[in-house]
């Protein structure tokens, strides 16, 4: 009999919760992973880097596991389709993998669940990409926290080593299923696909694997609002599909920069909220707002996206992220108040657009962060503070090194002048929102 160790966010061999759990309990272990056509399907780019950046990973994880002999056996089709299919190619003991708590996850995973406790195989969940999950930091009744700072605080007050203790799974390896050689010589065997078979292009994202220098932490806080400067991790990626452990992270943070750990722990508040409130994936937590009159004119928001507003650190934003798939914290809050407030265009309209762009896109952290900037959020900017782009750009990127890398156009005639002009926007902005907000 062969367990079969499900991957998904979690694409290491290496302190892995239910990797290492699989591999305690079972002599044969056959990792797998599985292509999601409904996943696949929805994607708008057949140039998409994270389906580039998944081949990549998985491209390392397979060699290694061919270094202790055995190899991936990947298979492509929905969900179900796919364990139809391992039922038929393994004598399948038991499925283990790592829990995802996206509302689509957990809607997936009941449906895996019943088709194989149909055929009476038992499933067994971890908890590996959070440190603490949905239920296990809240208040003292029991009810979700809906602000950051008292959830971050008892956060904290929770957190011992024991929460920290790696799953040394690389130590177990010896009990991986052997791969047998005529099945894994051509990819029709159930080995990786070409991305081309997959339905995809190279995007010449380059795979960079997760490091954070101690010295960026201690410097994280004095450097991590400017955007021209590399004083962020660029963890994000690695931490939406798992090539490094959040307990590794954590215990590296600890110590070195408060601020940074805050953000890590802003992620899991984020991830709780959307568990405990899964509507907010298009309803605004605060339902008043989902009463604001949005002007939603498309070709504005065409302007926007490719980053011609005439606002020069929205557009060099919009740049940056249409050409690498990332965008600096800072400039993201920036140019989505810009299109909230500034344009009265939805939010659900950016965080789409966001979900199709981004490398590290996690919808919890997106829509947490998008209802932020929106105001509409828990624990949310107030509606009435509206960034003001320019002195934005004054303050972090004074000497405009980050705005001329992306705008070279930027103060020759070639460069639009703005699409609005800041104080008119600002005051139908709030002009806007104080109507929705009266007439709830
Ligand atoms: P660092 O500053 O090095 O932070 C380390 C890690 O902490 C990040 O990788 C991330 O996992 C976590 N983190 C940091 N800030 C936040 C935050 N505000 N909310 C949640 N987690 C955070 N982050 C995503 O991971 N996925 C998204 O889809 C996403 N969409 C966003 C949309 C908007 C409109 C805004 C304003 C922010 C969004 N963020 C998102 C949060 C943040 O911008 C990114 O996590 C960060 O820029 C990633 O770069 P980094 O890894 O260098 O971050």
């Not at 609002?225 to 690695?238: N, R």
């Not at 899964?278 to 707002?289: E, G, I, L, N, R």
């Not at 002195?391 to 930027?410: S, T």
Request: proline content about 5%; glycine content about 6%.
């Amino acid at each position: 009999p062969t367990a079969i160790f499900w991957l998904r966010r979690d694409l290491r061999l290496h302190d892995n919760a239910g990797l290492w759990h699989a591999l305690n309990e079972h002599a044969r272990v056959q990792p797998v992973f599985i292509f999601d056509t409904d996943i696949l399907g929805a994607l708008r780019s057949r140039a998409d880097r994270r389906v580039d950046f998944i081949h990549q990973a998985l491209r390392q994880l397979d060699a290694a596991l061919r270094r202790h002999g055995s190899a991936l056996r990947v298979y492509v089709g929905t969900a179900e389709e796919a364990f139809g299919r391992i039922l038929q190619d393994f004598a399948v003991s038991a499925v283990y993998a790592n829990e995802d708590y996206e509302p689509v996850a957990v809607a997936r995973d009941a449906r895996v669940q019943r088709l194989l406790a149909a055929r009476g195989v038992a499933w067994h969940g971890s908890k590996d990409q959070v440190v603490f999950a949905q239920r296990e930091v809240v208040k003292d009744d029991g009810q979700p926290y809906t602000v950051f700072t008292p959830y971050s605080r008892k956060w904290k007050s929770r957190l011992d080593a024991s929460h920290l203790q790696p799953w040394p799974s690389e130590q177990h390896l010896a009990n991986l299923a052997p791969a047998d050689p005529a099945d894994f010589a051509a990819p029709a065997g159930g080995g990786l696909p070409e991305l081309a078979a997959l339905g995809f292009e190279p995007t010449g994202l380059v795979y960079a694997p997760p490091s954070v220098p101690a010295k960026l932490l201690r410097a994280y806080q004095a450097e991590r609002d400017f955007p021209a400067a590399a004083g962020t991790s660029q963890l994000g990626v690695h931490l939406r599909f798992g090539t490094g452990s959040i307990r590794a992270l954590v215990q590296t943070a600890r110590g070195l920069s408060e601020t940074f750990l805050n953000e890590l722990i802003w992620r899991e508040f984020f991830q709780m909220l959307l568990w405990h409130y899964p509507q907010t994936v298009d309803k605004a937590f605060k339902p008043a707002y989902d009463a604001i009159a949005w002007r939603n004119d498309v070709s504005e928001f065409e302007r926007w996206k490719v980053g011609t507003t005439g606002y020069p650190l929205v557009d060099a934003g919009m740049r940056e992220l249409n050409a690498t798939g990332f965008m600096h914290n800072r400039v993201r809050m920036v140019v989505a108040s810009f299109l909230c407030k500034h344009l009265l265009i939805d939010w659900r309209w950016g965080e789409a657009y966001f979900a199709a762009q981004l490398l590290d896109y996690d919808q919890s952290a997106n829509v947490g962060n998008w209802q932020w900037a929106a105001g509409c959020g828990a624990d949310a900017a107030p509606y009435f503070r509206v960034f003001n782009p320019e002195l934005q750009a004054g303050k972090f990127d004074r000497d405009g090194r980050y705005i001329r890398h992306w705008v070279p156009e930027w103060g020759s005639s070639a460069y639009p002048s703005p699409m609005v002009e800041h104080a008119a926007a600002r005051q139908r902005c709030l002009d806007a929102y104080r109507k929705a907000l009266e007439s709830a």
